[in-house]
Every structure is written in C-alpha cells, then in structure tokens.
C-alpha cells in the first residue's frame, strides 16, 4: 500500500463510524501528515513511511465501531478483543497488509492520555495538543516520533486554543497534574530539539521554529501553578521510576 491509500482508508472509516453513530479519531503517523498539509513533506524527506492506522474512540462507541467495521469489510481479531475488553480494538483488511488499531477512552503506553470530551474537538484526528503529547509521553522515543513531533511543530503555531493549533496550555495543565507525565514530556521536548539538529533535511529556517517553539512550551509548562502533590514527588525525583515500560501495556 502507498500512503495515499492509508489516508483513502483513514476517511473512510471516519466516515463510516460517523453514520453508525460513533467517533473515531486518528493519531500515528498518518493523522500528522493530515494535519500538516505544508510540512507534511518531512515524512517523506526522513524516509517515514505510513505502516497502520491508529484511532482514539470511546467505549461507549463499541457497537458503532464494530458496525462500521463490519461494512467497510475488515476483520476483527479476536483475540485482542477478549484479552484487552474495555481497552482496545484491532482489525485487519483480508488481502492487505493493513492492521488498524482503536484505543478506547485514552492512550496509555508510559503515561495516560485521556480524551474524554476531547474527541469532538478536531476532525478527522485528535486534537494537536494529544497530538503532540501522544509522542513527547514515550519514555524511549525513537526517530519516527521525533520526525512526526518536528513536523507538528514546524507547521502550527502554540496558543491556548485548539483551533489549527497546539493547546500549550492543556500540555501545561496535564504536566502540572502529574510529575511523571510533565518528567518525560520536558525531557523529550528538549530531545527533539537536540536531535534535529542533526536532520540535514531540515532547513536552518525551519529548524530555528521548531526550536523557538520548543523552548516556548518548555516555558509555559515550567510556570504553570504546580500542586502540593506534585512539589513533593519533584522532590522525589528520578529515584523512583515515574513511567510504565510499553511492553508492559503493547503485547
């Protein structure tokens, strides 16, 4: 499959879920190439290539999602099902290599993401403050998450609003809410700064945003009011371990 194809497939079930009466959003990879119509072009500069589709929805949606699926043609593995109930979904297109994943009411790899109210907020992906923090709450984070990250922020401006843009304020308030998420949220941040310095792809024009920006975010999360709960794991630090290993959640 090309990655025209991916995006063909994404809209569709989109679509398809809507008139069964549900929400699904996307996230991965292909919700940011959708979402950066300008600088979409990094993905395939850094040889990223679209491999699945993955999407936010509400549990409550269940029966609309399987409808949906069921008359787009997929196939609904089991298995998952059984094992993962209330958590998520996975399908699978018969002659294709497409997998499709569906994470119910939140993203938890090393840190919770929840979307509750939130899926309405953007379409056809999540909003681009989970967006962003979707990649910046993976405690090892590879390539293909600090490309999709540049992207994002190369191509939209922060403000405190969700409207085309990065709702730096909700990032703020969900670091100051818990320690760990804002331990791994700053040190990433700072990594994608780091590590695209070294992208020969990215003009110096581009890279001075994504920097200015970085450290723009950098900033409003450190001022954001912290509660008593939070000053006192800070005091705590790295000596106790603040994230879930991903394969501890991804089997």
Same mark, same amino acid.
Request: charged residues 25%.
């Given at each position: 499959?090309?990655?025209?194809?991916?995006?063909?497939?994404?809209?569709?079930?989109?679509?398809?879920?809507?008139?069964?009466?549900?929400?699904?959003?996307?996230?991965?990879?292909?919700?940011? +190439?959708?979402?950066?119509?300008?600088?979409?072009?990094?993905?395939?500069?850094?040889?990223?290539?679209?491999?699945?589709?993955?999407?936010?929805?509400?549990?409550?949606?269940?029966?609309?999602?399987?409808?949906?699926?069921?008359?787009?043609?997929?196939?609904?593995?089991?298995?998952?099902?059984?094992?993962?109930?209330?958590?998520?979904?996975?399908? +699978?297109?018969?002659?294709?290599?497409?997998?499709?994943?569906?994470?119910?009411?939140?993203?938890?790899?090393?840190?919770?993401?929840?979307?509750?109210?939130?899926?309405?907020?953007?379409?056809?992906?999540?909003?681009?403050?989970?967006?962003?923090?979707?990649?910046?709450?993976?405690?090892?984070?590879?390539?293909?998450?600090?490309?999709?990250?540049?992207?994002?922020?190369?191509?939209?401006?922060?403000?405190?609003?969700?409207?085309?843009?990065?709702?730096?304020?909700?990032?703020?308030?969900?670091?100051?809410?818990?320690?760990?998420?804002?331990?791994?949220?700053?040190?990433?941040?700072?990594?994608?700064?780091?590590?695209?310095?070294?992208?020969?792809?990215?003009?110096?024009?581009?890279?001075?945003?994504?920097?200015?920006?970085?450290?723009?975010?950098?900033?409003?999360?450190?001022?954001?009011?912290?509660?008593?709960?939070?000053?006192?794991? +800070?005091?705590?630090?790295?000596?106790?371990?603040?994230?879930?290993?991903?394969?501890?959640?991804?089997?």
């Amino acid at each position: 499959m090309d990655d025209s194809e991916f995006i063909t497939y994404a809209d569709n079930i989109v679509a398809e879920t809507q008139k069964q009466g549900g929400i699904v959003r996307l996230l991965g990879a292909v919700a940011f +190439n959708i979402h950066c119509p300008t600088y979409g072009h990094f993905q395939q500069e850094a040889q990223r290539h679209f491999t699945d589709l993955d999407f936010a929805a509400y549990f409550s949606h269940n029966a609309a999602i399987r409808r949906a699926f069921l008359k787009l043609g997929f196939e609904e593995d089991r298995e998952v099902a059984v094992v993962f109930a209330r958590q998520r979904l996975i399908y +699978n297109m018969p002659g294709t290599e497409l997998h499709v994943d569906i994470f119910f009411d939140k993203l938890d790899f090393c840190h919770p993401i929840p979307w509750a109210g939130r899926l309405e907020v953007d379409s056809p992906t999540i909003p681009l403050a989970e967006l962003l923090l979707e990649k910046m709450q993976i405690v090892q984070i590879n390539p293909k998450d600090i490309i999709d990250s540049v992207m994002l922020l190369r191509e939209h401006q922060l403000n405190n609003s969700d409207r085309d843009t990065v709702n730096a304020n909700r990032i703020a308030a969900m670091c100051a809410r818990d320690w760990g998420l804002w331990r791994t949220v700053t040190m990433n941040l700072k990594k994608v700064g780091e590590i695209s310095k070294g992208y020969t792809w990215l003009a110096e024009s581009d890279r001075a945003v994504v920097l200015e920006r970085i450290e723009q975010l950098l900033k409003l999360i450190e001022v954001e009011p912290k509660p008593t709960a939070w000053n006192i794991r +800070n005091k705590i630090g790295d000596r106790l371990k603040w994230y879930k290993e991903v394969h501890e959640v991804i089997q």
